[in-house]
């Protein structure tokens, strides 16, 4: 078996056309433009590309994109200064701070000084405690992204075994919520889990966020299982080059899943298309109005 592959940048592209028609209709019959507000502290070069990559996204679709930049050395006020000025713009429907912040930033002081309704990461807690009690909330981006694959390939996910291998509040803990929304059987992993390779082989569906180049194995895949890799690490190639690898073991473990994501091309641009998605619905929510169809 050779497993089918996961195209999350085509389907992506297909998810930024959506909203891009959907913004131009809002346009149209509310004179409304989503606006969008990144703000990036210090210099963090991964950091540089993703805010490059957000805004040209934004602008393609038709989101009025900004940025606002502080040094490295800023302080926890000042950024939360920034914070409360977006917040009063009724110009900026979403709100973005990027992550990782330096060190003496207060981190959890400044996603939680984002208005709830312009948290279009889904960091806050009002909206964590929103998902996890089943009710409306902005919903942290790539595992909503990863959502939308799944449901892409396997259709209704009811009944479904699924690990999630990872408890980060960005990645493992929503996409755990998310999978219990769609009435999956749902098993958290980490790094202090016994016989992590058998609860991995029970999984029908499995979801890798942990952080580790290449940890999951090809024999710890459950034959036919579909797997999203939500990993992306750096690592060396030779000749003084890197290249990017997923959390998973793609070539030894596309023998033996039924579908799988590759890195990179899988679940990386699903990120900034569900931003988009996103902003477009935190627009339409403070206007007061329904998210149109697309064109």
């Known amino acids: 078996m050779t497993a089918e592959i996961i195209d999350g940048k085509a389907f992506a592209a297909g998810l930024r ?13 509310h004179g409304l433009a989503p606006g969008l507000t990144v703000v ?3 210099e963090d070069p991964a950091s540089q590309v993703y805010v490059r990559n957000k805004g040209k996204a934004a602008t393609e679709a038709g989101i009025a994109s900004d940025e606002v930049r502080l040094p490295a050395t800023a302080t926890t006020e000042e950024v939360l200064a920034v914070v409360r000025r977006l917040n009063a713009d009724a110009g900026v429907h979403g709100i973005l701070v990027q992550l990782p912040l330096p060190d003496q930033v207060d981190e959890a002081a400044v996603i939680d000084a984002i208005a709830v309704a312009k948290d279009v990461d889904g960091f806050h807690i009002a909206n964590t405690g929103r998902l996890w009690s089943g009710l409306e909330a902005m919903v942290p981006c790539t595992p909503v992204g990863c959502l939308m694959l799944l449901k892409d390939r396997l259709g209704d996910l009811s009944g479904l075994r699924a690990l999630v291998v990872g408890r980060s509040n960005i990645v493992g803990k929503p996409m755990a919520s998310l999978l219990l929304s769609e009435h999956c059987t749902v098993t958290i992993a980490h790094s202090r889990t016994r016989d992590l390779a058998g609860e991995c082989r029970r999984a029908d569906i499995l979801v890798a966020a942990v ?5 999951i194995r090809g024999d710890w895949v459950k034959p036919g299982a579909t797997v999203i890799d939500v990993g992306v690490n750096r690592v060396d190639a030779g000749a003084g080059r890197t290249r990017l690898v997923g959390d998973v073991d793609f070539e030894s473990a596309r023998e033996v899943a039924g579908a799988i994501t590759p890195v990179p091309g899988g679940v990386g641009p699903m990120t900034i298309a569900c931003l988009l998605a996103n902003t477009l619905a935190a627009a339409c929510r403070q206007a007061g ?3 149109p169809a697309a064109g």
């Open 17 to 29: 056309a959506r909203v891009g028609a959907q913004v131009a209709a809002l346009k149209a019959a």
């Open 40 to 42: 990036l502290v210090g």
């Open 211 to 215: 952080g580790r180049p290449r940890m």
């Open 289 to 291: 109005v329904a998210v």
